[in-house]
């Protein structure tokens, strides 16, 4: 005789709703995954805005508050008199600190949420003050504006992966919980 | 893309997340509702399926169209974005009348298992009574509305990613509160006087106005957060606070007044039931039968199931398999001898373990039975005898394990994986050995004695989601033939001694396909069945016995688990460096003593004190009289999913960081065989190191996954023991802190920096 209980199921567990839970899983987990994500192309806050010959050009950051790791910077150029958005430029985005490291990415528009925007995608090696300097290039004519931007210490990373952390104890909370109601309701 | 229009016609952004959020909501739904119209087709009309899939639609609208883009840019977007979520989703979801077609939608085990004591918790249903409370409901909706429009907390959510997502999550679930007593969805149903309601609706009007003639009549910029960012269209900022305002009186109050001035009319008309030919209607009685799905099969559907049976198809697939091992040996031999730039750097080690463990958890081994070694071992059997039994003391998987010590030892003491010498001769070994033994026993005595892959493959696939076995056990009790076991006179049967209807789980079934084949009835299928569940009884086995009375394949599982954490953390800096501190220490000459002694201690001895001291452990708690050597054959098969999962993390890393090399090495390699028609390898793909910030994720993913697994299964076995009575957790805790001790070890294996194998920078 077996030592274990027979589940009398065991072999017949309705695998059509296995699947489905195994279907459920796997979106959930790509949902969950989904939702790590620690950049998005968003434009986030202004933190420069100036005008450059004839535009106005601001820049936008995210996350908030920018910080060592992946980051966003987002650009939009409107026409100074008219204040429409100039969506045929070229951008370029420079960064760099006082003797050390130079960061050079260009700007697109398709790397961008809002399509008004200038976006590129880029990770800052450590925290500190940055100096960015934003060239626009259109009609073969160039227009710079720089500024200092302060990026915060990386977040530690147990805050950036609580969830998948968070996610063994609250599944075993509510086991337990779940047991214990099952035990009661079979006693009551 | 260049006009203005265009680009806010494309700006949309779809997050995943919410999408696919979306996306089960709605198939859940669409499955209970289904079911749902069958019992009574007035009651869940198509009208509610519609009302349903309506209001996520608004909710996509409002969270991924360009709505959302322009929504920090234009305080009028913004308020649009806000309408959908609180007076236009809510109100079609909640006409869906959800509850019922939400939880029937769920697979019948998790509904009965794990929702079921949840909703019939009392304290939840007074929660839920408290919580759907007419007064509760206006109040609560009331009081966040307000407090989201604060200008501080309005600025935050359009400073924070995370705080709008929190600030759209409160408006709609508020919302869905706020109009569950107007729709009087289920299962609360009417509960107050439908004049109330009324009274209800118009006192919320009152707030709106009050808010929105706040916004309109206001001379300051309420949120200078507008006041900063570009304008895009010729609205100043205190223009377009005005806007917002009046679209919010306008409405809102139509949102409000309408439903109330539709209740009016139908009171007034002694009309208090809505009309059950509308098909949203209330009755309560319709009973929630659970059923059981019907056992799902590979090989019915369609094209993969006619794929599948065809006759020649396993022998197609080893075909190919045999070729890339040939090209592996060929390349190993005489192509470039650094890994990263040859085929047999590349492929077995980057490429093909990826693939098997992804195989393995979505669907079974098939790798086993795709497997290159078949054409050795029949050609085998041809050329010499193959007439002897494998020797009675033999018949274990003893053999096996220490071929996987030596194995893992080898690998990382002769780097194998950067080694395509190295690389061939062991595939050149695999098939002399698979030819010799299959030449001279019977059987597939290397596939179920000897093969480490073979075993590897085994025990992982312990926890696929399909299996080889009978679709109908009534017709095998009828059988007389037994041909899936005995074979017949154009097929064999099954050559590792699984008889079929004892057969259970995959633990030595190579996927052959044999049985498929043999059985004359036609009983016999790959079907599903939950991962794991097959660990948590110990039912007598065919060809296997009980696990319990299985201390081999205790140690093999033991030694495939451990394994899988030091195979990883062989590869991490740390540990690298703990070993070259070390050898210093002790002046010793070469780092193969610290490692052979580091390989007995993790993959041996430490296993062995471990589970005896946990099996002890659990004996003495769980207050049992089974001798500890048996709880560790049993508590053993507990720790697959957790040892899947390590290897899982470690293989997809190298798969998804190292795949782009297969391109310009196999270019390479065609180069050498004088084959420059493809162009030839731009070898910086080598140096490519995908940003990909989600697979730290899912590697933890995984292991929370595998942990979980092991837990559950953990639990099950020791509830098995002590049929849930007394001592069940005495029992269970060991091992259950053995689990805790490695999942906290695999946590930080997959912080830690990893070699980048296979690759240019090491």
Redesign the interface.
């Known amino acids: 005789m077996d030592r274990f209980s027979t589940d009398a199921d065991a072999r017949n567990d309705g695998p059509l709703s296995v699947l489905h839970a195994l279907l459920f899983f796997v979106l959930a987990a790509v949902t969950l995954l989904a939702q790590s994500y620690p950049v998005r192309a968003d434009g986030g806050v202004v933190q420069i805005q100036r005008s450059a010959g004839p535009f106005i050009i601001t820049v936008f950051t995210a996350p908030i508050p920018l910080r060592a790791g992946p980051a966003e910077i987002s650009i939009m150029i409107q026409d100074n008199k008219n204040q429409n958005p100039v969506l045929d430029a070229k951008v370029a985005v420079m960064l760099g600190r006082d003797g050390g490291e130079t960061i050079k990415v260009e700007a697109r528009r398709e790397q961008s949420k809002n399509k008004l925007l200038y976006a590129a995608l880029l990770s800052f090696p450590e925290a500190g003050r940055w100096e960015i300097e934003v060239t626009v290039v259109k009609n073969f004519e160039e227009h710079k504006i720089t500024g200092v931007m302060t990026i915060a210490p990386p977040r530690y990373f147990l805050l950036t992966y609580w969830w998948a952390l968070a996610l063994p104890p609250v599944t075993i909370v509510l086991f337990v919980l779940n047991q214990w109601l099952k035990r009661r309701q079979k006693a009551g | 893309?260049?006009?203005?229009g265009e680009?806010?016609y494309?700006?949309w952004?779809v997050?995943?997340?919410v999408f696919?959020?979306l996306?089960?909501t709605a198939w859940?739904y669409a499955?209970g509702w289904r079911r749902l119209h069958r019992q009574s087709p007035q009651r869940f009309g198509v009208g509610r399926l519609v009302c349903f899939f309506a209001g996520l639609t608004v909710i996509f609208l409002a969270i991924a169209s360009p709505l959302?883009?322009?929504a920090?840019?234009l305080l009028i977007v913004h308020m649009t974005q806000h309408l959908l979520l609180t007076m236009v989703a809510p109100p079609l979801i909640l006409l869906g009348s959800p509850y019922l077609p939400l939880l029937r939608g769920l697979?019948?085990?998790?509904l009965k298992?794990?929702a079921g004591?949840?909703l019939?918790?009392p304290a939840l249903q007074r929660f839920g009574r408290f919580l759907t409370n007419p007064v509760v409901c206006w109040s609560t909706f009331v009081l966040v509305t307000v407090f989201w429009h604060l200008p501080v907390f309005y600025e935050l959510a359009l400073?924070?990613?995370f705080w709008h997502k929190v600030e759209h999550l409160c408006f709609f679930l508020f919302a869905i509160l706020f109009w569950w007593p107007v729709i009087q969805g289920e299962p609360v149903g009417i509960r107050w006087p439908r004049w109330t309601i009324i009274l209800y609706l118009f006192l919320a009007d009152l707030q709106n106005t009050a808010l929105s003639a706040f916004l309109c009549f206001s001379e300051r910029i309420i949120y200078p957060?507008y006041n900063?960012?570009?304008?895009?269209s010729r609205l100043t900022a205190l223009e377009d606070q005005i806007g917002a305002g009046a679209l919010m009186w306008f409405f809102g109050s139509r949102a409000y007044l309408i439903p109330a001035g539709l209740l009016t009319i139908v009171m007034l008309s002694s009309a208090h039931a809505v009309q059950p030919s509308s098909g949203f209607t209330h009755s309560r009685n319709v009973p929630l039968r659970l059923t059981?799905?019907?056992?799902?099969d590979l090989l019915s559907i369609p094209l993969v199931g006619a794929v599948l049976r065809w006759r020649h198809f396993r022998r197609a697939a080893q075909a190919i398999m045999f070729l890339l091992a040939m090209v592996v040996i060929a390349d190993g031999f005489f192509g470039h001898q650094m890994g990263s730039m040859n085929l047999a750097g590349v492929l077995p080690w980057t490429h093909w373990r990826g693939l098997v463990v992804i195989t393995m958890l979505v669907a079974g081994n098939f790798f086993c039975m795709a497997c290159p070694f078949m054409f050795a071992r029949d050609l085998g059997r041809l050329v010499l005898p193959a007439r002897w039994n494998w020797h009675r003391r033999l018949r274990s998987k003893w053999i096996a394990v220490v071929l996987l010590v030596l194995y893992l030892w080898a690998y990382e003491s002769f780097d194998l994986w950067d080694s395509p010498w190295w690389t061939a001769w062991i595939i050149v070994g695999y098939f002399v050995a698979s030819f010799v033994i299959d030449g001279l026993f019977k059987g597939a005595s290397f596939c179920k004695y000897v093969c480490p892959i073979g075993q590897f493959n085994f025990v992982q696939s312990l926890i696929s989601?399909l299996e080889v076995?009978v679709r109908d056990?009534d017709r095998c009790r009828s059988c007389t033939t037994y041909e899936c076991i005995r074979g017949n006179s154009t097929q064999r049967g099954c050559e590792l001694q699984l008889f079929q209807p004892k057969k259970e789980g995959n633990m030595d079934c190579t996927f052959c396909l044999d049985c498929i084949h043999a059985c004359p009835h036609n009983n016999v299928g790959i079907?599903?069945?939950?991962?794991a569940?097959?660990l948590?009884?110990?039912?007598y086995r065919s060809s296997l016995g009980r696990f319990?009375q299985r201390p081999d394949i205790a140690m093999l599982i033991l030694l495939l688990v451990f394994g899988a954490f030091v195979n990883a953390a062989e590869m991490l800096k740390p540990v690298i460096a703990w070993e070259e501190t070390l050898q210093a220490r002790f002046d010793l000459g070469s780092p193969r003593s610290i490692e052979i002694i580091f390989f007995i201690l993790s993959l041996l001895v430490l296993p062995l004190i471990l589970a005896v001291s946990c099996g002890m452990l659990s004996r003495f708690l769980g207050r049992i009289r089974?001798g500890w050597r048996e709880l560790i054959c049993?508590f053993a098969g507990a720790f697959v999913p957790l040892g899947f999962s390590m290897w899982g993390a470690h293989f997809v890393f190298h798969l998804l960081t190292g795949g782009y090399a297969i391109v310009p090495v196999t270019l390479r390699a065609a180069g050498d065989l004088g084959i420059s028609y493809f162009g030839t390898p731009d070898w910086s793909w080598l140096s490519l190191v995908p940003?990909l910030?989600?697979l730290?994720?899912?590697q933890?993913?995984l292991l929370?996954?595998g942990?979980?697994l092991t837990?559950?299964t953990g639990w099950r076995?020791a509830?098995?023991?002590r049929?849930g009575g007394k001592g069940t957790f005495g029992l269970f805790m060991p091992w259950a802190s053995l689990a805790i001790g490695l999942?906290i070890v695999g946590?930080w294996i997959v912080?830690q920096p990893m070699q980048m194998r296979g690759m240019m920078a090491h």
Not at chain 2, 1 to 4: A, C, D, I, K, R
Not at chain 2, 292 to 296: H, L, P, S
Request: charged fraction near 20%; proline fraction near 8%; aromatic fraction near 16%.
């Open positions: 893309m260049n006009s203005f680009a806010i494309q700006s952004n997050d995943r997340g696919i959020f996306i089960l859940c499955r959302d883009a322009f920090s840019l697979p019948p085990k998790v298992h794990g004591p949840f019939a918790w400073r924070s990613e957060i900063s960012v570009p304008r895009i059981r799905g019907k056992v799902w989601p076995r056990p079907m599903a069945f939950v991962p569940n097959q948590t009884h110990d039912r319990s089974i049993s940003t910030d989600w730290l994720s899912l933890l993913l929370d996954l942990f979980l837990l559950y076995i509830k098995g023991y049929a999942y946590i912080f």
